[in-house]
T-cell receptor, first 113, second 114 residues
C-alpha cells in the first residue's frame, strides 16, 4: 500500500467554485502534514502546513483527521490562478527536521473562466 | 527562504551515457535530498546527501547508478549513469530550511533518454 494516496483528478471547476481534495496516509506514526502546489513544469512549493486543529489561510482551509488518517484541502472562491497540481505530503520524523517526505501523486485542478 | 539553482534545466541524452545534475544553495544546509518525478507520478526520494559522508540511498536506488557528491554545505551533484529510456524523468534537489522547517526545491532537470 502506498504511503500517501490521492485522487489524481482532474478536477475542472468554474471560477468562484468551492473544491475539496482528499488524501489518506497509511502510517499512523506520521507526524507532519503539508499541502504543496506544483505548477506545470515547475517545482513544488509549500502551500500550507496541516495541523490537528485545522488551519485556514485566506481561501484555503486544511484539516487533519488522525483517527481516520485523512487530510483535506478546501479551496473557496476558486481563481484561474489556482490551476495547478496539489500534492499531499507527510513525514514521520519527530525532531526539528522534516526528514524524508512522502508525496502523493497529486490532484490536478483546472479552474475555467 | 532558500534559493536553489539547479542545472541543467533539461537535456536529451543518448542511452548508455551519463548526465551530472548540479544543485547550488544560497545558504549552508546540512542535508540535501534528490528526488525523481516520473510522468504522472509522485516524487520519489532517491537519496539523502550529507556533507562529509556517503549518501544514503532509498530502496531501489544504488550508488553505482546514481552517484552523488556533496563537497560542501551549499552544493551537491547527482549523476545518472549508463542511462536508458526508463531514466527519462524530472530530477529535483531539495533542502529544508526556515523557522517552520519548510522544504524547498530546485527548478528540476527534465531528462529525456533516447
Amino acid at each position: 500500500r502506498k504511503e500517501v494516496e490521492q485522487d489524481p483528478g482532474p478536477f475542472n471547476v468554474p471560477e468562484g467554485a468551492t473544491v475539496a481534495f482528499n488524501c489518506t496516509y497509511s502510517n499512523s506514526a506520521s507526524q507532519s502534514f503539508f499541502w504543496y502546489r506544483q505548477d506545470c513544469r515547475k517545482e513544488p512549493k509549500l502551500l500550507m502546513s496541516v495541523y490537528s486543529s485545522g488551519n485556514e489561510d485566506g481561501r484555503f482551509t486544511a484539516q487533519l483527521n488522525r483517527a481516520s488518517q485523512y487530510i483535506s484541502l478546501l479551496i473557496r472562491d476558486s481563481k484561474l490562478s489556482d490551476s495547478a497540481t496539489y500534492l499531499c505530503v507527510v513525514t514521520h520524523d519527530r525532531g526539528s527536521t522534516l526528514g524524508r517526505l512522502y508525496f502523493g501523486r497529486g490532484t490536478q485542478l483546472t479552474v475555467w473562466p | 527562504s532558500a534559493v536553489i539553482s539547479q542545472k541543467p534545466s533539461r537535456d536529451i541524452c543518448q542511452r548508455g551515457t551519463s548526465l551530472t545534475i548540479q544543485c547550488q544553495v544560497d545558504s549552508q544546509v546540512t542535508m540535501m535530498f534528490w528526488y525523481r518525478q516520473q510522468p504522472g507520478q509522485s516524487l520519489t526520494l532517491i537519496a539523502t546527501a550529507n556533507q562529509g559522508s556517503e549518501a544514503t540511498y532509498e530502496s531501489g536506488f544504488v550508488i553505482d547508478k546514481f552517484p552523488i557528491s556533496r563537497p560542501n554545505l551549499t552544493f551537491s551533484t547527482l549523476t545518472v549513469s549508463n542511462m536508458s529510456p526508463e531514466d527519462s524523468s524530472i530530477y529535483l534537489c531539495s533542502v529544508e530550511q526556515g523557522k517552520n522547517t519548510e522544504a524547498f526545491f530546485g527548478q528540476g532537470t527534465r531528462l529525456t533518454v533516447v
